[in-house]
Nanobody, 120 residues
């Protein structure tokens, strides 16, 4: 079994910062690309940022220059540093990772989501 557990969400004022964490645990052989998605009320889930095992990153245009994704391969953990937060960043943020388990299977796993609310 594999679990992704997110933490770090909450309420922040516009212009503030939050740091999300997502730790993968279980029968893991390797963790491949790790991503952060978000879903705002009434909107489709969107890919916010992604990072390969080698450290190559991707950002959606709306967060470039404000968000930074990073990972610690030794801890099977991905982070999302969110600065200069805007009300439109309000959403449930989900961690997603492609994981190869010790039995040789590879599939994508999702975390349970963490709420980020940006409001004054």
């Amino acid at each position: 079994q594999v679990q992704l557990v997110e933490s770090g969400g909450g309420l922040e004022q516009p212009g503030g910062s939050l740091r999300l964490s997502c730790a993968a645990s279980g029968s893991i052989f390797s963790v491949n690309p790790m991503n952060w998605y978000r879903q705002a009320p009434g909107k489709q889930r969107e890919l916010v940022a992604g990072i390969t095992r080698a450290g190559h990153t991707y950002y959606v245009d709306s967060v470039k220059g404000r968000f930074t994704i990073s990972r610690d391969n030794g801890k099977n953990t991905v982070y999302l540093q969110m600065n200069s937060l805007k009300p439109e960043d309000t959403a449930v943020y989900y961690c997603n990772a492609e994981i190869t388990t010790t039995d040789g299977g590879t599939r994508r796993y999702w975390g349970q989501g963490t709420q980020v609310t940006v409001s004054s």
